[in-house]
């Protein structure tokens, strides 16, 4: 969320950055309403001041023995008591209406965001190895399924499209990835693993940004919590509420999780195999750090993503994304797509934010810096590290031989029982 006294004084710099996101402006309705809110304040005040300064009257006038000049006041301040709980009524709707129409803009891109419409416009900042020499190559479910290992129909049976089944040496090797990420992102990268809740509360999705406005998206119990997303919505909630001190920063934490998403929209995507999914597992990447170091960090989480696939031996690139296709959230992302011989493209496999400040406001969560000054919001960030089911197709595309088994990358085999080849 953005800050309502920085849109004041900064309301064309506002609008300018929601056009190169391709969104309305909304400066001047939002210091209308802010302005409104002030104005409404400025008369409760006025009206509980005449009460204090009423309250003191009837004493002047008892003790002066004016009783008809004290009842007055008293019904005066009978009807400011009213008048009072009323204003706070308003004020508190008037709150609430402000809080709203802030919620749903999206943040402010960097400057070095590419400016465009959709995906077209986003910039490729690097290529790291090599596509691998195949021959008749194809698709993971086609693979998957020739083995036995990946039942599509089975879980259409059980839960509808958008699940898969894996059985046998395919469901050890997801498992085996997510092991990996884990180890590595854990010993070597100074995450700390946590397990967190799956089932949220809505001022834990609005913290991170997927309420309101992406309600839809979601899948809702009726107990009126959410399944998450992704592991960054209670990663990062973690720090809700909260004062840091600074030298408890950066805080870094990871977590393997299962993902709920409805896909509202993706009707016709990517209908065939596990690209996208309803459930999927996850290895997510979270920062919490000062504004000094959030672009720093930003850097570190990609190159810490990065290294799974250098592991895993996979050729991929990286891209920044343009102001149209970025998240709502963000200020800069950079997608990491893997290469997929099967589908002849480059598929996201991770995608790594700096939020700034902007979801640290939605759940207050600041930290005092080392001089003992004023309490600030905190910056976030947020990364898959990466998704384990993305993983399996890359690595089983990547890795096919033309007799249909997949050869087990080096890195993965002491976390498949040394197993070299799945056929």
Known sequence: MLDMKWIRDHADQLDDALAKRGAEPVAKDLIARDDERRGHVQRLQDLQARRNAASKEIGKAKASGDEAAAQKVIEEIAELKSAIQTGEDEERRLDAALTDALAIVPNMPLDDVPMGADEAANREERRIGEKPPLNDVKQHFEIGEALGLMDFETAAKLSGSRFVVLKGQLARLERALGQFML???????????????????????????????????????????????????????????????????????????????????????????????????????????????????????????????????????????????????????????????????????????????????????????????????VHTLNGSGVATGRALIAVMENYQNEDGSITVPEVLQPYMGGTERIG
């Not at 309101?212 to 973690?238: C, G, H, M, Y």
Request: net charge negative.
């Open 183 to 377: 180890d590595l992102h854990t010993s070597e990268h100074g995450y700390t693993e946590v397990i967190p809740p799956l089932l949220v509360r809505d001022k834990v999705l609005f913290g991170t940004g997927q309420l309101p406005k992406f309600a839809e998206d979601q899948f809702r119990t009726t107990d009126d919590r959410w399944l998450i997303p992704t592991a960054e919505v209670p990663l990062t909630n973690l720090v809700r509420e909260q004062i840091i001190a600074a030298d408890e920063l950066p805080m870094r934490v990871t977590a393997l999780t299962p993902c709920f998403r409805s896909e509202a929209g993706s009707a016709g995507k990517d209908t065939r195999g596990m690209l996208r999914q309803h459930q999927f597992n996850k290895v997510e990447l979270v920062s919490i750090t000062t504004p000094e170091k959030s672009i720093e960090e930003h850097e570190r989480m990609t190159a810490c993503a990065e290294e799974v696939l250098k592991r895993l031996g996979l050729h991929y690139r990286v891209m920044t994304l343009s102001t149209g296709d970025m998240g709502f959230g963000a200020r800069k992302t950079y997608d990491i797509e893997a290469w997929l011989p099967g589908q002849g493209a480059y598929r996201e496999i991770s995608s790594c934010s700096v939020c700034g400040d902007f979801q640290a406001r939605r759940m207050n969560a600041r930290y005092r810096p080392a001089d003992g000054s004023s309490p600030q919001f």
